[in-house]
Structures are given as structure tokens and as C-alpha cells.
């Protein structure tokens, strides 16, 4: 979608009065002379006028007739891809000069391979940005071979923030989260740093669920699927947002069963189901859950790549919090049953700079908690 060139009001110099004798011009012959020094100021003053609109028609002149790519670190169906999609379909009206935005699925890793894409290769001049799943920013801090510094994106903001959970098939016979202590469970996977593993493998070596983890599954739609197909008995770090826009069929004909929430607080709707942060008996288990749980507040994040000029930076961002509180958007995401409760950049970034200020020896503890 291609918009129309905003109009930019041209600044003119305001008219001045000739100058008066000593205050610039002196008179040479009849003639009127002036000083280099003013001169150089008056040429100085005269850039700036020209300048300013020169600059604020920067970005939208850039953006004319671009291209965005937005990539996506899912599968299509998925909850991420469902929100870039809708968050696509919008924000262009807010972004200067309404360029076309495409929608990209770079699958991979658990999302890893689109995160490092938008870090290492993608161009850094404002024509990419993507989504990727809410622990890949503190990947780097907890396994070792990651390639990107979660502090660096430039980072756009948040839709939301989150609940995950973990859910079982009906046929499986773990139904509850003390089911899920005592007995054998097979949860799908994406790969090291996804949601689905983080969780998974933090309830087996934390808290001792017996868990056995089958990664490698290409997004969400294929989890869901391989639960679906009995490969699995279920999945962890499944949205509580994705269950609601995309499986409410399920929790009406109780083809689920969910069995534990990840969060600092309850989903209302989910009261009768354990939260995680409740189950903490010990210091340890309290360091480990706060420094995990933390990626639960930017459950939705969306960030370009380091180093992008600044104005088109601020116009990225800008266009992020318009498309947040654009009436459209917000009521289709109503219907779609889309949680929005923004998080800015701003806040993310801070959220960031404290997890990756962690002391040395709570980093570790969180790292043996979710490796194998």
C-alpha cells in the first residue's frame, strides 16, 4: 500500500528591516558593503532556514516508494505471525511516506536465525524490521555461539505483554501440574533460546517435572500440530493470547489440558491453573524465575537492526506507539482476539540493560536451568 506525499509547509525568511549603519552594512562608495564575519553569519542563518524543511522531508522522501520487510521468526498461523500481520496492515499508515510493508516468514531455530538476520545481515538503513520470540533477547546471556547483543536492536516496542503455558493433549495421561511431576510427559520444541524449550526444560530442572523435550519443530502451528498427531503429549510456552485468537475451539470441546502459568502475576481467566511464579520454595528458584519471567513483560517485541540512522530510528518508533493506540487497529485486534497493552522501547531497553546487568552467578543458575 502506497500512500500519497504528505504536504511539508515550506519556511520562507522572515522579512527584516535593511540594515541600519553599524549594525552590519557600511556604505562604500554608495554602495553597500558588508563584513565577512556577517556575511558568514547571514549565509549561516539562510542554510538553517533552508535546511529545516530539507530535513523533515528526509525520512518521508526515503520511505516514498520503499519497500519494508518485516520479518517474521514463525511459521504462518502462529501467534507472532498473527500479530506482525495485523501490526503490519497498520503501522504503515504512521510511517513517513507510507511505504509497502511485506510480511516475510524466516523460520529457524526457534526464531534465532530471523533474530540474527535483522542483527548481522539485514540492511541497517530502516527498510527491515521483524519480531522474534520474547527470550531470544537474553539468548546470548544463556547459551554460548549466540551472535547478537540483545541490547543493540533497536528496538521498536512491545504489542504486549504475556502469559505462557503449557498444555497437554486429552489423551495424554498428564492432565495437571502434579500429573506432570510424577509422570512421563513428551513436550515439542523449536531449538536452544525458544519459548517452547526455555519452559519446558525450566519444569524439568527446576522444579523436576519428568519431561522429555523433542525439539527441532518449525513454529507453533507445527507443535500444536505434532501434539494434535499424538508425536507429543504437548507444549510448552504457548501463549495464553495464541490459545484465545487461535485455539478457543479447543478450551469449548476440552481437547486441552492446561497445566501450569508463566508470569509474575495470574491471568484472571485462569485461576484454578498453577502459577509458576507461586511454586518458588527456594532463593534459587526465585533468581531463576525473576530473570526468566522478566522476558514475559516484552511478549510481543518488534525491533530493526543496530545502527539505523536516527531520524528514520525515531520515526520506526514513533509509528510503533501511533499504530498502538490507532482506533483500527485496536478494534480489529478485538475481534481477532488480540491482547494489546503496550510496552514502549524505552522500556524494553531498560528492561534489558537491568537482566543484562545480572550478577555472573544468577546468569548460570539460569542457564543449567533450561539446558538439557
Not at 506482525?84 to 536465525?113: D, E, F, W, Y
Not at 521483524?130 to 546470548?140: D, E, H, N
Not at 510424577?182 to 515439542?188: A, I, M, Q, Y
Request: aromatic share 8%; net charge positive; with cysteine.
Amino acid at each position: 500500500m502506497r500512500g500519497e506525499h504528505t504536504y511539508q509547509k515550506t519556511l520562507s525568511p522572515s522579512p527584516q528591516s535593511s540594515p541600519r549603519w553599524g549594525e552590519g552594512a557600511r556604505r562604500v562608495g554608495g554602495a553597500s558593503f558588508t563584513p565577512p564575519a556577517v556575511a558568514a553569519g547571514i549565509a549561516l542563518a539562510l542554510a538553517v532556514l533552508i535546511a529545516r524543511p530539507a530535513a523533515a522531508d528526509s525520512v518521508e522522501e526515503f520511505y516514498k516508494g520503499k519497500t519494508i520487510n518485516l520479518i517474521i521468526g514463525y511459521s504462518v498461523g502462529g501467534g507472532y505471525d498473527l500479530y506482525a500481520r495485523h501490526v503490519a496492515k497498520h503501522i504503515v499508515k504512521h510511517i513517513p511516506g507510507r511505504p509497502t510493508i511485506v510480511p516475510q516468514n524466516m523460520t529457524g531455530a526457534g526464531s534465532l536465525r530471523a533474530a540474527t538476520y535483522l542483527y548481522s545481515v539485514a540492511p541497517k538503513d530502516g527498510t527491515v524490521f521483524g519480531t522474534f520470540g520474547r527470550t531470544m533477547a537474553i539468548t546470548p546471556l544463556l547459551t554460548s555461539g549466540t551472535q547478537f547483543d540483545g541490547t543493540r536492536f533497536t528496538w521498536l516496542g512491545s504489542v504486549t505483554n504475556e502469559v505462557s503455558t503449557c498444555v497437554t493433549w486429552h489423551t495424554s495421561a498428564v492432565k495437571t501440574w502434579a500429573d506432570m511431576l510424577e509422570k512421563p510427559v513428551t513436550l515439542g520444541g523449536e531449538g536452544p533460546g525458544a519459548d517452547p524449550d526455555v519452559y519446558a526444560l525450566l519444569y524439568k530442572n527446576v522444579f523436576g517435572a519428568k519431561v522429555k523435550l523433542v525439539t527441532g519443530y518449525h513454529g507453533t502451528s507445527n507443535l500444536t500440530l505434532a501434539m494434535e498427531r499424538g508425536e507429543t503429549d504437548g507444549l510448552c510456552g504457548l501463549s495464553w493470547s495464541t490459545l484465545k485468537s487461535r485455539h478457543m475451539q479447543w478450551m469449548k470441546e476440552n481437547k486441552i489440558n492446561i497445566i501450569i502459568q508463566a508470569a509474575f502475576k495470574k491471568e484472571p481467566d485462569l485461576g484454578a491453573v498453577p502459577l509458576v511464579a507461586d511454586l518458588a520454595k527456594t532463593p534459587e528458584q526465585t533468581q531463576i524465575l525473576k530473570f526468566l519471567l522478566t522476558s514475559q513483560e516484552m511478549a510481543r517485541p518488534f525491533a530493526a537492526p543496530p545502527g539505523i540512522p536516527d531520524d528514520r530510528r525515531a520515526a520506526l518508533i514513533a509509528a510503533f506507539e501511533k499504530t498502538m493506540t490507532d482506533p483500527e487497529f485496536l478494534g480489529e485486534a478485538q475481534k481477532l482476539d488480540i491482547d494489546v497493552n503496550p510496552v514502549s522501547a524505552k522500556a524494553i531497553d531498560h528492561m534489558l540493560g537491568e537482566l543484562y546487568a545480572t550478577p555472573k552467578d544468577v546468569v548460570e543458575k539460569a542457564a543449567h536451568a533450561i539446558s538439557r
